[in-house]
């Protein structure tokens, strides 16, 4: 009995580190893998516009592990979803919650795909905490910087899997500052 627990910790943590793959780099069993660039990003967004968080267009790129040994329809990737996660970048702790959105694209072995106007947070998402703080009748102003704006980073995860079955991951992340205005909403920066 003695004999078999060290085996079991051992066979327990092989498994914890095999299971914790993202497949960013393209580091797990996947013939493919996901590289994601946002274009023409706006420089902040507005709590107030009563508009969801949209970017313009957002490119997913398949990129083959294997260049040499050709490409199959097989390898095409459905992407099933997608997960938006927050973090701040001014200082303060409260975020955003996740929130995960339908995929409904295919992206083609090798090949490129545009999201045009997908959505990276509702605007449910954007009248509750901590962005409800910068509306007006809250006092307009984030209780944890004493700022009008809160700076944050969000990481999208594109979840699917290869028309043969095999799970596909990309990873792009994002700058946004929150603002309130009743400015209609511009496009201002650039994201590579």
């Known amino acids: 009995m003695k004999n078999r627990t060290p085996l079991a910790a051992l066979l327990v943590g092989v498994l914890s580190v ?10 797990d069993a996947s013939p493919v893998f ?8 706006p420089e902040s967004w507005s709590v107030g516009g009563g508009a969801p968080l949209q970017f313009d267009s957002v490119e997913l790129r398949s990129i083959l592990k294997n260049p040499g040994g ?6 095409d990737t459905r992407i099933e979803d997608y997960v938006v996660e927050w973090k701040r970048l001014d200082g303060g702790t409260k975020v955003p919650d996740p929130e995960t959105f339908g995929g409904n694209v295919v992206v083609p072995a090798g090949g490129l795909s545009s999201l045009v106007n997908y959505e990276f947070m509702t605007r449910s998402a954007l009248l509750r905490a901590p962005l409800d703080q ?15 704006e809160i700076r944050c980073q969000g990481t999208v995860t594109f979840r699917g899997r290869t028309l043969s079955g ?17 400015a209609t909403q511009a496009v201002v920066g650039r994201v590579n």
Do not use: A, H, W
């Open 34 to 41: 996901l590289s994601v660039n946002f274009k023409l990003l």
């Open 18 to 27: 095999v299971g914790c793959s993202s497949n960013s780099q393209g580091d």
């Open 134 to 148: 910068l509306l007006p009748f809250n006092g307009g102003i984030d209780r944890e910087t004493g700022r009008n």
């Open 166 to 182: 095999q799970p596909v991951r990309g990873v792009g992340i994002f700058g946004m500052t929150f603002l309130y205005s009743t």
């Open 70 to 75: 050709g490409t199959s329809s097989f390898l």
